[in-house]
């Protein structure tokens, strides 16, 4: 299917960021010239030099006259290359001699290796270690990282270097806010110049978005200690992420019903290449951190809706999500209202109910027949009496494609709890029955790789006992 002008250069521009390009700016006037694209770079006296002139053509018959275009505009600019972009294919030129060349490879303006990145984050979050408490660093370091996002978002990274004091970041903090809609009000947290143009100078060398910041970002996080019941540990979300890379679902309509800080739903994002996601979060200062690690991941593909799921909302109609992720917080007696007790089976004669339950149902409910849910359990579910109306609700309404015992430390350093995962697809006639499940049983979180790869195997039809 080919592109429209306007889609080849959203692509184009994207590309060129990712080639470490940082700034690339539309309909550039040159006198009465006006090429489609230039990308640019920042040199050694952090001013802007001109890199890349673009020029986009749909029709392929156009190529020509095209051509003739970027000889005067590299002329004018005096890029290094000239780019024509058409449908089928991207030709690139030298911008001295003009002659027809391979793609070049820029050098990247960012650091792209994930341990250097952590170690400017980490070097951050030392020099600012003493003067303010660890979540108060957090929270700077993530505005911090959203201000380059909206920087680059809107082609003005050469300002990034303009930020001298804490009124500049707050400033910028509160543009970034409008421009992303989110609904923070950045309180100043005494920073002193000092600290300020360390952090500018510091954190210029990470990208502006990039899943490897969020990854770095989560991992660094972890060191508070105090986000256990929001943050999922790695080797969790990588579990979740990797049995869903053997699931067949549409990636358009994936809801995650408790999102927390999305450490789950970004991994699933990343790994699996989801289109859009839908992710609730109910508490406000959570969900927005969400935000922000979602666009300086790059996931703006991401609908973070600061909600409870448990309630009626327009976003959860039933039969509507291809996969649903489950992962609530742990030891949580939620009290339902009298309108939520007639919609939720499992809450039959009982206002406190084990808020696992509910969010089974609930996945249940918004899951479209054939689509799949993972959830994450405590044992109590799969064995309790009082779960019993939980698990004929599963065994009525969806196929158990696997259970996958966790080890009790899985969720160390935050909680010692014995957990599973469960496969469930919801089932596309009530009288629909399956021969098999994989089961499996974790007895140390080094043997997710092999139980990952045991059920894929398992899932093409053949014989991978956990």
Known sequence: MNLSEIELLERVEEDLKRKGLPIVKKDVKIGRLRPDMVAYKVNENEELSAEVVVEIKSDSSLVMMAQQQLMKYVKELNTSYALLVTNEKNYWFDGKTFLPIDEPEFDSQYLINDEDMEQVIRGVIDKFNGHMRYEQIATVLAYNLLIRSYLSDNNQMDLWWNIKNEDDLIGWINEANKFYSIDINPLKQGLNEELVQFSITNLSALPPKSAVIQNVFLKVWEISRTTGQY???????????NIIKHLSFDKDKVVDLAAGLGSIALEVMKVNKVN??????IQKETSNLFKILSIISGYGQINTVLADSLQENELLQ???????LVDPPLRYKYKLSEDQISRFQVASNRKNVDINDLFIERAIQVTEPGGYILAIVPENVLFSVPSQVTRDLIKDKTIIEAIISLPPHTLKPYAAVKLSLLVLRKKKATDETANELFIAMAESIDEFDEIVSGFSVWKKGGDARG
């Open 231 to 241: 943050l999922s540990p790695d080797h969790l979300r990588k579990l979740f992420a």
């Open 318 to 324: 039933d039969n509507t999500y291809a996969l649903s």
């Open 276 to 281: 859009y996601m839908v992710a609730f979060e």
